[in-house]
């Protein structure tokens, strides 16, 4: 994580699993409850996820919530 914050690092690993998975940001949105734009933000680490929504990105991305945060485990 040298060089980049926890919001930045956790943004990279969500793009990287939506990307993964064949997901837009607005498909991820849309199976999430979630803004495009607010999928947006934490994507940029602008914003951080709260438990709920870490629960809810790990549901509509198909994979298991260890997996969200991995670079931080």
Do not use: C, D, V, W
């Not at 690092?9 to 699993?17: A, C, D, I, T």
């Not at 999928?39 to 549901?59: R, V």
Request: glycine letters at 10%.
């Amino acid at each position: 994580m040298e060089g980049q914050s926890i919001g930045k690092e956790f943004g990279s690993q969500l793009r990287k699993l939506r990307l993964e998975k064949g997901l837009s940001q607005e498909r991820l949105a849309l199976n999430s409850g979630y803004h495009p734009t607010y999928i947006s933000h934490l994507e940029t680490g602008k914003k951080l996820p709260t438990l709920e929504t870490l629960i809810e990105l790990s549901k509509s991305l198909g994979t298991n919530l260890t997996i969200l945060l991995e670079p931080f485990i």
